[in-house]
């Protein structure tokens, strides 16, 4: 079982960018399919993006594709989200999430994961 711990997020004009960080500890981290989540104020958890632990497999929401990459370095148990071109809808705390059954190219539920981390806390202002 992996434990998740986010780091990258802060405050950020429009426009701007972020890289988004999500280290693993813990074994067989290459087994887990890995994804991005975020929750903004009074709003249900939501999918952003998922890779699987191949890295080959990806799958983003229309919210943020061409816009944001996600990639991982299974070597240094480490997943990524590269987000450019920001924009205030893109506030939220940022979930790194961990599911088993996982195997990308397609989006995960929430009931599909088996592990959280914590959250970052995204902010862009206008």
């Known amino acids: 079982q992996v434990q998740l711990v986010e780091s990258g997020g802060g405050l950020v004009q429009a426009g701007g960018s972020l890289r988004l960080s999500c280290a693993a500890s813990?074994?067989?981290?290459?087994?887990?399919?890995m994804a991005w989540f975020r929750q903004a104020p009074g709003k249900e958890r939501e999918f952003v993006v998922g890779?699987?632990?191949?890295?080959?497999?990806?799958y983003y929401d229309d919210s943020v594709k061409d816009r944001s990459t996600i990639s991982r370095d299974n070597a240094k148990n480490t997943m990524y989200l590269q987000m450019n071109n920001l924009k205030p809808e893109d506030t939220a705390v940022y979930y790194c999430?961990?599911?088993?059954?996982?195997?990308?190219?397609?989006?995960?539920?929430?009931?599909?994961?088996?592990?959280w981390g914590k959250g970052t806390l995204v902010t862009v202002s206008s």
């Open positions: 890779v699987s632990g191949s890295g080959l497999s990806t």
């Open positions: 999430a961990a599911s088993r059954y996982y195997s990308g190219g397609s989006r995960l539920g929430a009931g599909g994961v088996d592990v």
């Open positions: 813990g074994r067989s981290f290459s087994s887990y399919g």
